[in-house]
C-alpha cells in the first residue's frame, strides 16, 4: 500500500498579506504559533475547528479592529500587494515596502 502525504500547510511570516480562503477576508500576519494554542472551550466554538496540529496564526484584518487567529489551511498568500487598513498596523510595523510590512521589535501579547 502506498502512503499518500497530504500537501505541506503554507507557511506565512509576520508582515506577510494574506487571504482567508472560505471568508475572503485580506489581513497580515503578526504573529505564528506552531500549532494552536488556544483552550478548548474557543476551539469547541470555532465554525471550522481545522486541525490544531498546523501552524495558526494571528492575522490583522484589513478594513477593521478584528484580530483573528487562523489556521494555516485556511489562509493563502495575498498577491494585491496592497497595504492592510488596521488600526495596530503602526504598533507592529515600521514599513510598508514591496507588498510585505517589515516587523518591528514589539511582541505580540499572545
Known amino acids: 500500500m502506498i502512503a499518500i502525504t497530504p500537501p505541506p500547510r503554507p507557511i506565512f511570516e509576520p508582515g506577510q498579506l494574506v487571504q482567508h480562503r472560505r471568508y475572503g477576508y485580506r489581513g497580515v500576519v503578526v504573529g505564528r504559533d506552531e500549532a494552536c494554542q488556544a483552550d478548548a472551550a474557543w476551539y ?61 521589535d514589539e511582541p505580540w501579547p499572545g
Open 44 to 104: 469547541a466554538n470555532n465554525q471550522t475547528q481545522p486541525d490544531r496540529n498546523q501552524p495558526w496564526y494571528h492575522v490583522l484584518v484589513h478594513g477593521s479592529l478584528t484580530c483573528t487567529y487562523a489556521a494555516a489551511e485556511n489562509l493563502m498568500a495575498d498577491p494585491s500587494g496592497r497595504p492592510i487598513d488596521h488600526p495596530m498596523v503602526p504598533h507592529f510595523f515600521s514599513e510598508f515596502v514591496g507588498g510585505h510590512y517589515v516587523r518591528n
